[in-house]
């Protein structure tokens, strides 16, 4: 199976800051990620697929990166909104994995 | 608007077999491939399974496969997840989550998931 690596786990921030998420794959998915939010008691949300697209209707302080096999998200001015866990996921080859997720905090 | 709403999860007793449905309205459900993920509490995301569109290609997680089996009926709009000889490892929130339109994997809609106890 391909193994998702998120870090860091927690990540403590303050409205406004410039937030960096990094997803590494065991092996390589060319650019087949997608990246999820999820709040407390709610279903994840598509944020980003292919590595760097985003999602109809999620705001563009958010976008995703793609270098070799390492991929981050971005959170370009962190929104209070947007306290939450994040997911890396790849869809390269069956099963499709997830990372263990990043919570974003408030600082 | 596209809506998954699951349902059939409850306290089930160790070695059972309950049944999850996923109901979707709001898009032409017989194009979509539809999937299976899973919660531990307080844990991160595992996605346990795939059906293709028409129900003619299946695809699982290894720790599920011989023992979950996923299903849909395209003329009621509905998924299925049977679980079959459940263990206190199955408990967890089942989400239901439709395959992406726009990227060739992920979920782009999900349901609001259900809740599966499994207790001895």
């Known amino acids: 199976d391909i193994q998702m690596t998120q870090s860091p786990s927690t990540l403590s921030a303050s409205v406004g800051d410039r937030v960096t998420i990094t997803c590494r794959a065991s092996?390589?998915?060319?650019?087949?990620l997608a990246w999820y939010q999820q709040k407390p008691g709610k279903a994840p949300v598509l944020l980003i697929y292919d590595a760097s697209s985003l999602q109809s209707g999620v705001p563009s302080r958010f976008s995703g990166t793609r270098s070799g096999t390492q991929f981050t998200l971005t959170i370009s001015s962190l929104q209070p909104d947007d306290f939450a866990t994040y997911y890396c996921?790849?869809?390269?080859?069956?099963?499709?994995?997830f990372g263990q997720g990043t919570k974003v905090e408030i600082k | 608007q596209v809506q998954l709403v699951e349902s059939g999860g409850g306290v089930v007793q160790t070695g059972r077999s309950p049944r999850l449905s996923c109901a979707a309205s709001?898009?032409?459900?017989?194009?979509?491939?539809m999937h299976w993920v899973r919660q531990a509490p307080g844990k991160g995301l595992e996605w346990l399974a795939l059906?293709?569109?028409?129900?003619?290609?299946?695809i699982y997680t290894e720790s599920v496969k011989d023992r979950f089996t996923i299903s849909r009926d395209n003329s009621k709009n509905t998924l299925y997840l049977q679980m079959n000889n459940v263990r206190e490892e199955d408990t967890a929130i089942y989400y239901c989550?439709?395959?992406?339109?726009?990227?060739?994997?992920?979920?782009?809609?999900w349901g609001q998931g259900t809740l599966v106890t499994v207790s001895s």
């Open positions: 989550a439709r395959d992406s339109v726009v990227a060739t994997g992920g979920f782009d809609y």
């Open positions: 059906i293709s569109y028409d129900g003619s290609n299946k």
């Open positions: 709001g898009f032409t459900f017989r194009s979509y491939s």
């Open positions: 092996q390589t998915i060319s650019s087949w």
């Open positions: 996921q790849q869809y390269s080859d069956y099963p499709w994995t």
